[in-house]
């Protein structure tokens, strides 16, 4: 599958936006932003000269689009980036407290760390209206709207109240916690009526789905027909149902195979044998969902239980810091330096450290790159919606050599069944695993990579992507017949 379905209209909505502006120096830098649903939907907005309405936060957006409209990509514009301006308190509200101090822990079942404001739900609902009402303004008549996550869960509704005649798909990309967890949330009422306000429902898991069911049929009493995960009202019903998302497997290879990058990743693997040890690597934001210092934990008790791989692993781990203006994040990253430093302190000898702690992003060939080379990567969330760093791991192995430790509470381990998966919380079980999987032979190590590499390139991003905007431009075309 590839990027080449073309709606017939389409309007995109997210937090994030596509194109960034920033004032660097005394200039402006123009910058792509990575993910898989830029890497997906921009070529689709492209091709049919749609529209993208996303928060203006770059800080040179305002200089190179005053009313918030910017002809997209810089190079080669082919359709309309439409920024949302907020204003100190809007962002506070609406994303640092509602969203990432509230939805996000919440939903990843992480209670202790929750905080819900009265004053930041309202801050958070003027945001969502925000949107709603330049989307509204700008969506043809009888279009098809794709919105995205959890920064915008009233948006289905408020579009549907002011634009009754398009289609609108959303998709939740965290996991949906069980009732009894989301209950918890003050107005989780009106969370979940936001989001029947959709025509499409997408989740990343069937649990999730099952998750969400539940919540309508306990928390507003709606009936709910399980068969055909549906939710149905007098003139039309929401679909609910898992399309879990994936990467563009083609691309990473490519990526990979070109001469900079695969020279470079020999020189990596050629160092490595000539010292005589394995490479490691993980990829996260500096988010405690990601289970780092849980991961810390168990490398250290694996070092332990296991001493005949000291001086024999070099693990490389990368934590990109995220949401610096929150206090929690920022202490999170103190205490992974912090610990990281300790187990080297440790461990240490002849020249020799256990642990490579880079607290910045690389570019993505480069990561890439270290992908390939790596002898195993380790994934230790202790709950993800996805987690799309495990399926890149796998499809820059084109050697066939590597092996992943994945967390089973991550939602790729529903998918990548011959992954190691393990309990995050559990380090005796983590070290085991991580022991068990570098003592596996070259050629299950092989045959595991193959049978994922394949699932992968038959589940493309691509794939994901069609699936959604296909059946939402269905729902557009019936709008538009009656």
């Not at 202790?112 to 303004?137: G, H, I, L, P, S």
């Not at 080297?344 to 450290?353: A, C, D, P, V, Y």
């Not at 796998?394 to 994945?406: C, K, T």
């Not at 050629?443 to 699932?455: D, V």
Request: net charge neutral.
């Amino acid at each position: 599958m590839d990027s080449s379905y073309q709606p017939r209209s389409l309007v995109v909505v997210t937090n994030r936006e596509p194109y960034v502006d920033e004032k660097i120096a005394n200039s402006i830098r123009r910058l792509e932003t990575a993910g898989g649903v830029v890497s997906a939907l921009d070529p689709v907005l492209q091709q049919v000269h749609g529209a993208w309405v996303a928060w203006g936060s770059g800080s040179g957006d305002r200089d190179t689009a005053p009313h918030g409209v910017r002809m997209v990509p810089p190079q080669a514009p082919q359709y309309t980036l439409h920024r949302i301006f907020l204003s100190p308190e809007e962002v506070n509200g609406y994303y640092n407290h509602y969203a990432n101090q509230g939805l996000w822990p919440l939903s990843h079942m992480l209670i202790e760390r929750t905080k819900f404001a009265r004053e930041d739900f309202q801050t958070y609902r003027t945001v969502n209206r925000k949107f709603a009402r330049r989307t509204a303004q700008i969506a043809p008549q009888n279009g098809a709207i794709f919105s995205h996550d959890y920064h915008l869960a009233l948006f289905p509704r408020i579009i549907r109240e002011m634009r009754p005649d398009v289609a609108v798909a959303h998709f939740w990309h965290i996991p949906w916690p069980p009732f009894t967890i989301f209950r918890l949330c003050p107005q989780h009422q009106e969370i979940v009526r936001g989001l029947l306000g959709a025509d499409i429902l997408g989740f990343q898991t069937p649990q999730d789905v099952d998750n969400f069911l539940t919540a309508v049929e306990r928390g507003l009493k709606y009936p709910v027909d399980r068969e055909t995960h549906t939710v149905k009202f007098p003139n039309r019903e929401v679909t609910v149902r898992d399309y879990p998302i994936s990467v563009d497997i083609t691309a990473i290879e490519k990526m990979v195979e070109g001469p900079r990058i695969r020279r470079w990743t020999r020189a990596l693997r050629h160092k490595a044998e000539s010292q005589q040890v394995m490479l490691g690597i993980s990829v996260d934001r500096g988010d405690y969902t990601k289970g780092i210092l849980q991961r810390l934990t168990a490398l250290e008790e694996f070092f332990e239980r296991y001493p005949e791989y000291q001086e024999r692993i070099v693990f490389l781990q990368i934590v990109v810091p995220t949401r610096t203006a929150v206090r929690e994040y920022r202490l999170l990253h103190q205490k992974v330096t912090e610990e990281s430093a300790r187990l080297n302190r440790k461990f240490s000898r002849n020249g020799w450290q256990p642990i490579i702690h880079v607290p910045r992003s690389l570019d993505r060939p480069r990561l890439m790159g270290l992908f390939r080379a790596a002898d195993f990567a380790i994934v230790s969330s202790l709950f993800d919606g996805m987690n799309l760093v495990a399926k890149e791991f796998i499809s820059a192995q084109l050697d066939n050599r590597g092996v992943l430790l994945l967390s089973e509470t991550a939602g790729a381990a529903a998918e990548l069944e011959e992954a190691f998966h393990f309990n995050p919380l559990d380090a005796g079980n983590f070290a085991d695993q991580l022991a068990r999987a570098l003592q596996t032979p070259l050629n299950e190590r092989a045959q595991r990579i193959q049978m994922m590499r394949q699932h992968i390139h038959h589940h493309t991003i691509y794939d994901w992507m069609h699936q959604i905007v296909e059946a939402l431009d269905q729902v557009a075309q019936s709008y538009a017949s009656r």
